[in-house]
């Protein structure tokens, strides 16, 4: 997670000295150059997560690195458990949408909503880092959507959404998708107040990619398996890889879909119904 990476968050004041965990730690930019320290595996590759803050950032100590993450995801939290309220007040489900860059979120997203909308209210929330061309295309099926843009920012979070839903209706009673910033790695550590994440992933990407990126699939309750329509034209184990997400996540819902094609289409339509119908229950 990019908590502390330079992801356009101001931690300066958290770069004050802290009592009892080291030094003061100066403004980037002024910072001596500190060594990160790396396991060295068998083959002597290096492996910085084995630490328990998980990650190294040059000049901080991982406690530091600890109170940094644990500051930042305290504030999401707030405006998460925010949105929350609202959805639920609302009885709206809300879906967080999650990938690397091109697994086909947005082709998903406008699938769904021709086969959804006479059934549902449906918005969306489009997160890039530039450009409003999938909230433009989300606009052409009928539905209202709205962009952000997280400039240098990397992944959405709460207070963004939050914002966002000063500007967008909620749809009552019906579904909020949350197309996220294409990053299979940041954007699982933050909750937007979504009632699931759900993780596309593209055939075209490998097999191994839970394995690789596993906080993402760890966070997320469903697995849409996208462009299966290329099956054939691919060297890729749908075995191997279905292993791979549930060895990260045993209880994670798998679902092939081809959004070109519809295959797959009516299990998720099913699953996101069911979604709605918990919601109104609860
Ligand atoms: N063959 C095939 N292509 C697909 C499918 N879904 C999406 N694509 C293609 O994949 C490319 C990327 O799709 P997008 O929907 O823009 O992907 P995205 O995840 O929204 O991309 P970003 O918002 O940039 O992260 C486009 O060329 C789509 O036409 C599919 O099911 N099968
Ligand atoms: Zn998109
Ligand atoms: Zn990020």
Not at 128 to 140: G, W
Not at 143 to 162: F, R
Not at 219 to 242: E, G, I, Q, T, Y
């Amino acid at each position: 997670m990019c908590e502390v990476c330079g992801c356009g968050h101001d931690h300066s004041e958290r770069r004050r000295p802290v009592p009892g965990i080291g030094p003061q730690v100066k403004p980037v930019g002024r910072l001596p150059l500190a060594r990160k320290r790396a396991e060295s595996t068998g083959q002597g590759d290096l492996h910085y997560g084995h630490g328990p803050a998980g990650t190294e950032v040059p000049g901080l100590s991982q406690q530091q690195v600890i109170e940094i993450g644990a500051d930042i995801m305290a504030r999401n939290d707030c405006h998460a458990e925010r949105n929350r309220a609202q959805f639920a007040a609302m009885g709206v489900l809300a879906l967080n949408l999650v990938s690397s860059p091109g697994s086909g979120k947005t082709t998903l997203l406008v699938e769904t909503i021709a086969r959804l909308r006479a059934r549902y209210p449906i918005a969306v929330i489009e997160g890039d880092q530039q450009t409003s061309n999938d909230a433009e295309r989300i606009r052409a099926t009928g539905a209202p959507a709205l962009q952000i843009n997280t400039g240098k920012g990397c992944h959405l979070d709460a207070a963004m959404v939050e914002q966002a839903l000063d500007r967008l209706s909620l749809p009552e009673r019906g579904v909020l998708f949350i197309e996220n910033v294409g990053n299979l790695v940041c954007p699982a550590g933050f909750d937007l107040g979504e009632a699931h994440k759900v993780v596309v992933l593209s055939v075209t990407e490998g097999e191994d990619k839970p394995l690789k990126y596993p906080d993402m699939f760890a966070a997320a309750d469903v697995m849409l398996l996208n462009k299966v329509d290329l099956l054939p034209h691919l060297r890729f184990d749908l075995a191997a890889c279905c292993e791979h997400a549930r060895r990260v996540n045993p209880a994670i819902r798998i679902l092939p879909v081809s959004a070109w094609s519809g295959e797959g289409m009516d299990a998720w339509l099913d699953w996101i119904a069911q979604g709605l119908a918990a919601r109104a229950i609860g």
